[in-house]
T-cell receptor
Framework: GENVEQHPSTLSVQEGDSAVIKCTYSDSASNYFPWYKQELGKRPQLIIDIRSNVGEKKDQRIAVTLNKTAKHFSLHITETQPEDSAVYFCAPSYSSASKIIFGSGTRLSIRP | KAGVTQTPRYLIKTRGQQVTLSCSPISGHRSVSWYQQTPGQGLQFLFEYFSETQRNKGNFPGRFSGRQFSNSRSEMNVSTLELGDSALYLC?????????????FGQGTRLTVV
């Protein structure tokens, strides 16, 4: 929650290679860590999320890893495909009273 | 089940006018949050309503306001429109407030101020 930084802002990778996007947050009480994907002209949709009692979660080619000590979590996409081209947002939060803060987004482009 | 519905999809307004946008959440969701999305600015949080109460508000001027009805449907209003208000306005519904559960987004309302 509160201060959320996302890096890089743009990322271009060769099809088949891996992509990693990092989200850093300031509130140590954060306990929910989602990643949203927004394809061009479409609405953002959740692709994977993790809670603070878990260090890593994987779903086929995508995974999220959490480092609570360093206050960051990362999205990993392996064997990238053209349909992975999109803008990705993180949105860490900690309580139902918190503001909803999205990272600034990462535009991922997959080169054929 | 039906997704989040926003109306209208497109709007063109003149500077100085006001506008009202509507959002119908997924049945059973009590949280509705609103965002402004402009190119290069990501998703800027406007406000969130939960059970008819505003839970939080982003850093936007008082011209931006909202409300939520007893059926959880929400409206946002922008008064005295400025050119800079041109944007895609997205709403999202969730089971819980504060972004602690998955947010389901509507298709958005594209507002153009001329």
């Amino acid at each position: 929650g509160e201060n959320v930084e996302q890096h890089p802002s743009t990322l271009s990778v060769q099809e088949g290679d891996s992509a990693v996007i990092k989200c850093t947050y300031s509130d140590s009480a954060s306990n929910y860590f989602p990643w949203y994907k927004q394809e061009l002209g479409k609405r953002p949709q959740l692709i994977i999320d993790i809670r603070s009692n878990v260090g890593e979660k994987k779903d086929q080619r995508i995974a999220v890893t959490l480092n609570k000590t360093a206050k960051h979590f990362s999205l990993h996409i392996t064997e990238t495909q053209p349909e992975d081209s999109a803008v990705y947002f993180c949105a860490p939060s900690y309580s139902s009273a918190s503001k909803i803060i999205f990272g600034s987004g990462t535009r991922l482009s997959i080169r054929p | 089940k039906a997704g989040v519905t926003q109306t209208p999809r497109y709007l063109i307004k003149t500077r100085g006018q006001q506008v009202t946008l509507s959002c119908s959440p997924i049945s059973g969701h009590r949280s509705v949050s609103w965002y402004q999305q402009t190119p290069g600015q990501g998703l800027q949080f406007l406000f969130e309503y939960f059970s008819e109460t505003q839970r939080n508000k982003g850093n936007f001027p008082g011209r931006f306001s909202g409300r939520q009805f007893s059926n959880s449907r929400s409206e946002m209003n922008v008064s005295t429109l400025e050119l800079g208000d041109s944007a895609l306005y997205l709403c999202a519904s969730s089971l819980e407030a504060g972004g602690v559960t998955e947010a389901f987004f509507g298709q958005g309302t594209r507002l153009t101020v001329v």
